[in-house]
């Protein structure tokens, strides 16, 4: 990864996640197909990109045994030959489900956002991916691993178009531009040297979301929300047109091998031909009803098929882009399509499920040019029902920070409500199907603590943030956090805690044994988690699994990398003093003093009732003690004397909007909860006679 002088404001943040994620965890953006390897390739909203292996459909090793469940897909279980379960994918044969066995090969893992649009290129061997990360990544594909970042793009990368007989990449996105990219100069790079020079062919006004080159490379076409299509001259990295018609967002283009003609879906539900040459619209086709967000045409440049968010797929015959064939329907909007055009011909579909499905096409002698309606008028697709699903995991939705700041409370697209541990960065119990609000009230506690992180569910996976500007506010007592062996007194720090936790394996990392230390390591975070710098926009500086920060080239990179607040708690354990909070103590309006003394005191926030009763009691009601200061007025440290008288509670009462406090309340709980306005707090004692 290229080295990046560290000069914007710096964040951390790591993804809350199982060590294997075999299963999409969110909507799948896009696909590639590998022909002499029969493998797929996926990327999708939840930042990894995943290989499958695509059976043969005639395939028929497995005999059916039982029905199962799995991420909502009702199938056959499968026994192979030794006996051995076969789960993994639904598949079907002779128009019945079964089971293959696991079709996950593996996964690449380095974008820290949605990936947006994949390419394979030269021959198989390596992939190019497109990212809302701003950035463009080189991956060898066979051993699936990235090779190196591109990070010449300043906001989301949206497109990706592959010209195959010249190995040129266009890379588009929400910056307006397009960069040419050398495939045999991309794989080249390393992560420590990826320094290259690239093309950019300008002009256009709004964000782009589409892109096609033909595969010479002598044309590129780019749709975006200015509602048209921008044609270019590669070679001479100059626009050559612009195709007018639409009226909303371009979001795909397909153009035929000699760069002549083309094919684009928009927003507006249709589909239009164009002629380059000409500079027009041969003809335009309505039959979605509403976005059209994909298409792929066959080998010949002879049908195109489209889908959208109305979750159907049509053919339709470029020589007759008048009517259009309905093929099947899908459960979700679809977002890209990856057509199969071989002697075993089909359709794989990608949608805003987790799940990736594959879909038999008939040949075009078999496809009806009748379309038939059932009885209530609705056409009657030609394929039923995939022959191959590979299911996708739930990914979380909701979310609710629970009062202590440091358990959460979500809710997936299953309905399943689990509680997870920021602190310790993995999940402590499911709840089921339980009402997350019922959860939420059984976990509540009356404790306030202020909000030192932010989550992210965009990539369906918790994602925690830590920010410099309110990670440190998090003080709390050794009880409150959930360590009562610890004494009592001691004051914790979850931010500090956390980041120890985050940065254990780092060489730099400060160690110590003091059980009081305000970060001791009470707990570590898995290392399998991801951890991510990147600036407050988003954009990533550095990832890397926490346990590989043990690692000679991570340990030098995040040395390069790591803000100057972060190297104060993990390098030095140097923390920021306590907050501190004004607050006045007077007589109770029972006792009927007329004239009563009015006290302001400055402790700490996280100081206890208790120690405030236990003062009152020594300082104000015990007039002859000697240790009462000249002014009246005690001082923190008075305050914060060892002393204790454990009954307390049978001397002195302390009372806040005539509500009696609890002893082991602190002041910033009584704050928060009961006092509830600006101001200095103020709290009303009386003895209790």
Known sequence: MTAIPVKKKVQVSFVIRDEKEPMHRSGVNCLQYDAQTGRLFSGGSDTIIRIWKSPDRKDDSFRVVVNVLFSDIKYYALINNEGSFCGGSSYSVGGKTRVRRDLHLQSMEHHTDWVNDIVLCCGGRNLISASSDTTVKVWNAQKGFCMSTLRTHRDYVRALAYARDVEMVASGGFDQLIYLWDIATLTKLTALNNTVTTSSLTGNKDSIYSLATNPSGTVVISGSTEKVLRVFDPRACQKLMKLRGHTDNVK???????????????????????????????????????????????????????????????????????????????????????????????????TWNSSIKRWPLPSDAQISVEIKSDQYGETIPSIHEPDLTIPGAASIRQHVVLNDKRHIVTKDTDDNVAMWDVLKGRKVCDHGKRPMEEVIKDHFKKVFVPSWFTVDLKSGMLQITLDESDFFSAWVSAKDAGFPNIQNDTKINYGGMLLRALFEHWSRSFSDVDEESPTHRFNSVPGHTPLILCESTGRPIFRLMIRDAAHETESQMLSDFVPPWVLDVVERNQLPKFNKMPFFLLPHLSLGIKTPKKDRLSATEMLQVRKVMEHVYEKILNVNDA?????????????????????????????????????????????????????DLMLYYKPIR
């Open 252 to 350: 795909a283009v397909v153009v035929n091998r000699d760069g002549t003609q083309c094919i684009s879906a928009s927003s507006d539900g249709t589909i239009k031909l164009w002629s380059i040459g000409q500079q027009c619209c041969i003809s335009s086709l309505k039959c979605h009803s509403e976005s059209v967000w994909a298409l792929q045409v066959d080998s010949n440049f002879s049908c195109v098929y489209s889908g959208g968010r109305d979750k159907r797929i049509f053919r339709t015959a470029i020589n007759d882009f008048k009517t259009a064939q309905l093929m099947f329907i899908e459960d979700a909007p679809v977002q890209r399509l990856q057509l199969i055009d071989s002697e075993s011909r089909f359709i794989w579909t990608a």
């Open 627 to 679: 240790s009462y200061s000249e002014n009246g007025i005690p001082s923190a440290a008075q305050m914060l004397s060892p002393s204790l008288q454990a009954n307390i509670e049978e001397r002195v009462e302390l009372y806040c909007q005539d509500q009696k406090l609890d002893p082991e309340m602190d002041l910033r709980t009584v704050k928060h909860f009961i006092w509830k306005q600006g101001g």
